[in-house]
């Protein structure tokens, strides 16, 4: 076996367990249980201790920045079933109101800047959506989840062909919270 030039370490908290099967990663939690499989055979993943290790025997800046993304990847994963994450996203009208619904695996928006049609977003993975008059709240473990789900809401909402300066209504993200910060909606 080669020698590792890289290595990047992150430790395990004591609320949480890791496990790996070859380059598949299962990250259990308080609030779940996340599974990632990292593809890059340039790097390898350990656990030696109570840390996850990612280390690479190639010197090249690309290979080294996949450790350090792999390492990310785990802290977010640690994070989110550990605690979890949350997206405040505030509804911005002027004249219109608009109401927000969730159904199944998507989120409706009625009477956008007046139009009778249903604009949807689709809610990405195992995410919880409260609506209020003028909030709409997303909590997850799933950093990746709730962050695409909170975009594609966002995307719905966007107005083309007319002067932003003027037209500003949509749903917009205001508030991302992760760790401690996140108060449970559910």
């Known amino acids: ?3 590792y030039i890289y290595e990047k370490r992150i430790e395990i908290p004591s609320e949480c367990q890791v496990s790996l099967e070859g380059r598949t990663a299962t990250v259990s939690g308080p609030k779940g249980t996340l599974i990632r499989t990292f593809p890059n055979p340039q790097s390898d993943i350990k656990i030696e201790g109570n840390e996850v290790v990612a280390l690479t025997a190639i010197s ?5 920045a996949l450790v350090g993304t792999t390492i990310a990847h785990f802290r977010n994963m640690l994070i989110g079933v550990k605690h ?3 997206y405040e996203m505030k509804i911005v009208y002027s004249h219109f109101p608009m ?7 998507q989120v409706l928006i009625k009477n956008f800047i007046g139009e009778r049609g249903i604009r ?5 993975g195992d995410v919880q959506v409260k609506t209020t008059e003028d ?7 799933d950093i990746e989840a709730v962050s695409q789900s909170a975009a594609n809401i966002q995307l719905a909402t966007r107005i083309r062909n007319k002067d932003r300066r003027v037209f500003l209504d949509g749903i917009y993200v205001i508030r991302k919270r992760k760790g401690e910060d996140v108060k449970s909606i559910v």
């Open 135 to 141: 909030e709409v709240i997303i909590t997850g473990i």
């Open 99 to 105: 109401s927000v619904e969730v159904q199944e695996e």
């Open 60 to 64: 090249r800046k690309r290979t080294k």
């Open 120 to 124: 949807r977003a689709r809610l990405i």
């Open 84 to 86: 979890g994450y949350e």
């Open 1 to 3: 076996m080669s020698s």
